[in-house]
């Protein structure tokens, strides 16, 4: 009797034991979730307060009418919608509103032709010649014929874009983009095969990045010619389908509608033609798929994902991958980065993958200065959120530098020395982008002086001089304008701008003796 109730009070102990251990457990368990909620709810809540920030600073700066941000963060997206498609009409743009979203289709042809080269479709050291129907017997220089390598870098070495827009692209009045639409609509793929054989080339392939339009173009035939499919089948077998993107399409179904686009003088804009294969420029997307395309761009174990990004030509710090405007490693780690660009609407694309973040940026308003407005909000987005680097020396000084030049410049010396691992010094663009900011705004003299510290900092920097220069002629110093764009021609003997500048540098001064 006493050993059994001993044994009974035993498993009444270890009953309580067990009992206690479960409810500490769960209770630890229930602890760790809201901590986990709460930190959840404080990232969100510093993403979309970074948002609304630069959201704000982008519509006053822009004088656009809408702006979208899209944001994915370890594998979590955030989107967030401001102002109104329609000045008056309180449209605000949603998820699933469609944008035309332009030269960001490159990148889409870009993960086409990575696909191919994986599937052994194309080889990237070949002659593209290989995959171009007809004969082309003008598309090498001096025996050096272009590869695909160099095709998909911009590197082709074409002299001219197809169609040549450069007649049309020389007027800024309103009617341009109706002009440029008209033209290009009537440009049919047997003009293009017939304007490929005036094509020369002046310099040899992979050596001078050259933006065309023509090189996407071109790609999408060869993607045709090697899988025997249109170049929209490949879009949505491959892409579209594998991603589950609903809202991103060529050509639009019968209701469905684009949101509406404006110059910067606020005159509603046409949409982008459709010419030729659509593979440079005419894709329209959602928000929402955009997100997704991110993400996607985001996963490094994806071997596309990785050959896109790929540094095809092995140049040092700086190269394009498939069609991308740029790929660096940096202080930021690797960021891949695409802009496009239609008449009325602009977009900035990015992917920061050690970050685990991707960005996109809509506005409905295409301008001058909107991609360098796009540029510094996608800067300002990354410096809030990046979990690890440096941050922008731009933005650290740029309040000081609004105050008064000479205390902003004093400040930047300041941080250099006392926090020189704190703050990004080693790039340039961040002290060029605060002196175009100056010098939009009507402040000739701070972006002179922001400048001269950008020479200052990169004396072997040809982009600085051209710079100083541009800023020096807007202030009507001739002379001082003249010298920084022959040290920039001097820099960077491929440097056209400086050239043209020069020459109307020196008709002025025969203008004005």
């Known amino acids: 009797m006493i050993e059994n109730a001993t044994n009974h009070m035993n498993k009444l102990i270890l009953f309580f034991v067990l009992s206690l ?6 209770q630890q368990k229930e602890s760790s979730k809201k901590t986990l909620t709460k930190e959840n709810e404080n990232i969100e809540k510093v993403i979309f307060a970074s948002m609304d920030e630069n959201a704000n600073t982008l519509l006053k700066d822009s004088k656009a009418y809408s702006v979208s941000i899209g944001i994915v963060k370890d594998g979590k997206t955030y989107t967030k919608h401001y102002g109104e498609i329609d000045k008056g009409k309180r449209n605000k743009a949603d998820n699933n509103t469609l944008f035309e979203i332009a030269s960001i289709t490159k990148i889409f042809t870009g993960t086409l032709i990575a696909k191919a080269v994986l599937d052994g479709k194309i080889n990237l050291d070949d002659d593209i010649r290989k995959y171009i129907t007809g004969s082309y017997p003008n598309l090498e220089y001096h025996g050096t014929p272009i590869s ?13 874009d197809l169609p040549n827009r450069d007649e049309f692209l020389k007027s800024e009045s309103d009617s341009m983009p109706f002009q440029l639409k008209e033209m290009e609509e009537s440009y049919s793929k047997e003009h293009f095969f017939n304007d490929l054989h005036s094509i020369k080339l002046d310099t040899l392939p992979g050596k001078v990045y050259r933006y065309s339009n023509a090189s996407v173009q071109l790609a999408a035939h060869i993607l045709e010619n090697v899988y025997k499919k249109k170049y929209e089948t490949l879009l949505k077998e491959n892409i579209f389908s594998q991603l589950n993107l609903k809202n991103t399409k060529l050509h639009l179904d019968k209701n469905e509608t684009i949101a509406n686009g404006y110059n910067e ?6 949409n982008m033609p459709n010419s030729l294969w659509g593979s440079a420029g005419f894709l329209k997307s959602s928000m929402s798929d955009i997100t997704k395309f991110l993400s996607f ?9 990785q050959e896109s990004q790929r540094n095809l030509l092995k140049n040092d710090g700086f190269w394009n991958g498939y069609f991308w405007d740029g790929i660096t490693l940096d202080n930021n780690g690797l960021n891949c980065w695409k802009h496009g660009g239609a008449f009325g609407t602009q977009n900035l694309f990015a992917v920061y993958p050690e970050y685990k973040m991707g ?15 796009l540029y510094e909000a996608r800067q300002s987005l990354v410096d809030d959120l990046k979990p690890f680097g440096k941050k922008s ?3 650290a000084i740029q309040k000081k530098c609004l105050e008064n030049i000479s205390d902003g410049i004093a400040y930047y010396y300041q941080l250099k020395e006392k926090n020189i691992q704190l703050y990004n010094f080693l790039d340039e663009s961040e002290l060029n982008s605060l002196g175009y900011k100056f010098l939009k705004s009507g402040s000739i003299v701070s972006a002179i002086e922001i400048f001269k510290l950008l020479v200052t900092e990169f004396p072997n920097s040809g982009n600085a001089y051209d710079s100083l220069g541009e800023a020096y002629f807007n202030n009507k110093q001739y002379e001082l304008s003249k010298q920084n764009y022959q040290k920039a021609l001097e820099l960077n003997p491929s440097n056209d701008n400086a050239k043209e500048m020069i020459k109307k540098i020196e ?4 203008s004005n003796p």
Do not use: A, W
Not at 265 to 270: D, K, S, T
Not at 507 to 510: D, M, R
């Open 359 to 373: 960005i996109s940026i809509i506005v409905n308003q295409s301008g001058r200065n909107t991609h360098s407005y």
């Open 507 to 510: 008709q002025i001064k025969k």
């Open 297 to 305: 761009e985001l996963d490094q174990k994806n071997t596309i994902v």
């Open 265 to 270: 003088n606020n005159i509603l804009m046409p």
């Open 21 to 26: 251990g479960f409810t500490c457990l769960s």
């Open 393 to 395: 020396i731009g933005k």
């Open 148 to 160: 695909i390598k160099d095709l998909v870098s911009f590197k082709s070495g074409f002299d001219k």
